[in-house]
């Protein structure tokens, strides 16, 4: 990846970021850690990997996102802003009443969301869905899931793996936010799902680890790394990341899953995103 391009992704990523926070500030309610962890993988996911059109959000031929965490809400409506599909501005009225954006994602009333989700574990099975009717279809659409690796600990995602595997969808990518970190504090003490890697290879995957989630080339060379590759396996990517990231207090603390920014804390974070941004 060029440095420029590289450098326009980085900046991409800090606006998502600085809208994250703007909404869970806004409505002093969220869930602000496993947001930003995945702000990086977003970024790439609909500016450069995702066929999406902001101009035309139920595009028959679009690839499909589904964000199985769905409390992470701020990190897909950030990127949806950013990317076009409804205002900026608009973050600031997360979780008010009467806003179209939810606590979670709403597909009935939020362009650009193609599923609605929350409960914990139901996402990826809906992927497998979209992406099972994809291929009886002939269609050429692909299917992208985030899972948290709290998440992970849910019996109906490896329903889910089980069902991916057996019917061969080639077409779904799951990539499982793996910032060690859930609301109970690390997963490896809550229930330890290590070696996600291996088990999800003796599944039946492709496996690739991401060994640095805010890294833009090493996250081009884990999707590139797919084009083109004649399988009949589902993809997955084991996302290594930092909970809380880009926000100094909030970087892999546990006490940040689900907790709002006071005035002071907002003003820091917002001056130190400012700063990186210019820093780029």
């Given amino acids: ?11 991409t990523a800090t606006d998502i970021r600085i809208g994250i926070v703007d909404a869970v500030y806004s409505a002093q309610s969220g869930h602000p850690g496993g947001s930003l962890s995945i702000a990086d993988i977003m970024t790439y996911l609909y500016f450069e990997e995702m066929n999406v059109d902001p101009t035309n959000p139920k595009a028959e031929g679009r690839d499909r996102f589904v964000l199985s965490k769905g409390h992470t809400s701020p990190a897909l409506y950030s990127t949806l802003a950013n990317r076009g599909y409804f205002p900026v501005e ?5 979780r008010h009443l009467g806003s179209y954006l939810q606590g979670h994602p709403d597909m009935k009333g939020i362009p650009g969301v193609d599923m609605s989700s929350g409960s914990l574990g139901q996402g990826l099975s809906v992927a497998c869905g979209m ?5 009886m ?6 299917v992208f899931a985030v899972v948290g690796d709290g998440e992970a600990e849910e019996g109906q995602i490896w329903e889910a793996i089980m069902f991916a595997a057996h019917y061969k969808l080639s077409n779904l990518t799951l990539i499982i936010d793996q910032n060690g970190l859930q609301i109970d504090g690390k997963t490896s003490d809550v229930m330890n799902t290590s070696p996600l890697d291996e088990k999800l290879e003796a599944f039946g ?7 640095n989630a805010h890294d833009f080339n090493e996250i081009e060379s884990v999707f590139a790394a797919r084009h083109g590759v004649k399988s009949d396996k589902p993809y997955a990517i084991i996302a290594h990341s930092h909970k809380g990231r880009g926000v100094s207090y909030m970087e ?4 940040w899953h689900g907790k709002a920014p006071n005035e002071e804390q907002y003003k820091q974070a917002i001056a130190e995103l400012t700063a990186y941004r210019e820093s780029i």
């Fill in 1 to 11: 990846m060029d440095k420029s391009k590289e450098n326009e992704l980085r900046r």
């Fill in 205 to 211: 995957w492709d496996v690739t680890n991401l060994e």
């Fill in 252 to 255: 892999d603390q546990a006490g």
């Fill in 137 to 142: 279809k002939g269609a050429s659409y692909r």
């Fill in 131 to 135: 992406a099972l009717a994809g291929k």
């Fill in 90 to 94: 608009d973050l600031k009225t997360f």
